[in-house]
């Protein structure tokens, strides 16, 4: 039991009854929705109003590819800008959540899969600022991030996310930032101002998706090459899917799904979202 000692003092003054905190995925789609107020942005700061408040918020971003599994350690985390060619007002903005070194042990104590590195380097990158600051725009919560190990295959990734479980009892709001379908060289540029565009195989996709998750069937879901030939569209490279494996492994029998955000972008792009719980 001594490994958990971490996590026992991380949480001894939490009440033992806590509500179980839902965990969500998120499409965070472009940078420039963090500091647009649209529909996306709207439901974001929504949600931050109406779900119970996290004692801290651990984001898994389509952002941070790593070589082995870490999580974000430090006091206070950086406001990563990590991405070009984007007006200035969106490199000027800073999120200056505190982060929590205790929660960090606590959490790579909690993961026995494999050893978790305790990162003082990252921050926080786009997939994970960009949304948690209409979430949060006094930046009172601690935030972290759990790197995504590049390296490995989709079932590691959803077996690694169960043992994040214990954290929904404990205050800690679990998002896995990203977009299930995601395919930048597909996109129609000239149709992005064009509401609710999409091509159809990402339409196919988004869809079959939906039903996978409502259906529970993860095996499905984490095998997703073999769905159809669209999935490889979709999907060219699992960046940004890796993340709702993470939200759906934490899924329990007693959770009810529900989506937002359910909409296409550019054509090949989806916003759509998951709140499970």
């Given at each position: ?72 350690a430090m ?45 003082h380097d ?47 009892k404990k ?107």
């Open positions: 039991m001594a490994s958990l000692q971490p996590f026992y003092n991380w949480t001894k003054d939490l009440a033992e009854q806590e509500e179980k905190l839902p965990a969500l995925f998120i499409g965070h789609g472009s940078p420039m929705n963090g500091i647009e107020d649209n529909e996306f942005s709207r439901t974001w700061a929504k949600f931050g109003k109406e779900i119970p408040k996290p004692k801290a918020v651990l984001v898994i971003s389509a952002h941070w590819l790593t070589n082995g599994t870490h999580i974000t006091d206070n985390p950086k406001t990563i800008h990590d991405f070009g060619c984007f007006p200035q007002a969106l490199f000027d903005v800073e999120y200056p959540a505190k982060g929590s070194p205790e929660l960090a042990k606590a959490t790579s104590e909690l993961i026995t899969s494999t050893n978790v590195g305790l990162d990252w921050g926080l990158d786009h997939g994970t600022w960009t949304v948690v600051r209409h979430m949060y725009p006094n930046a009172e919560i601690p935030v972290l991030q759990l790197s995504i190990d590049y390296n490995k295959p989709p079932q590691y990734h959803y077996d690694l996310a169960k043992q994040l479980a214990s954290l929904r205050g800690v709001l679990i998002i896995g930032s990203g977009n299930m379908v995601h395919n930048l060289r597909m996109v129609a540029w000239d149709k992005l101002q064009e509401p609710e565009y999409g091509l159809d195989w990402a339409i196919e996709m988004n869809t079959i998706f939906k039903e996978k998750i409502g259906n529970n069937d993860f095996k499905s879901l984490i095998e997703y090459e073999k769905l159809n030939a669209a999935a490889k569209l979709a999907i060219p490279t699992p960046d940004h899917y890796y993340p709702l494996l993470y939200s759906i492994a934490l899924q329990d029998s007693k959770d009810e799904v529900s989506f937002f955000n359910d909409k296409p972008v550019g054509g090949s792009l989806t916003m759509t979202s998951v709140k499970i719980g």
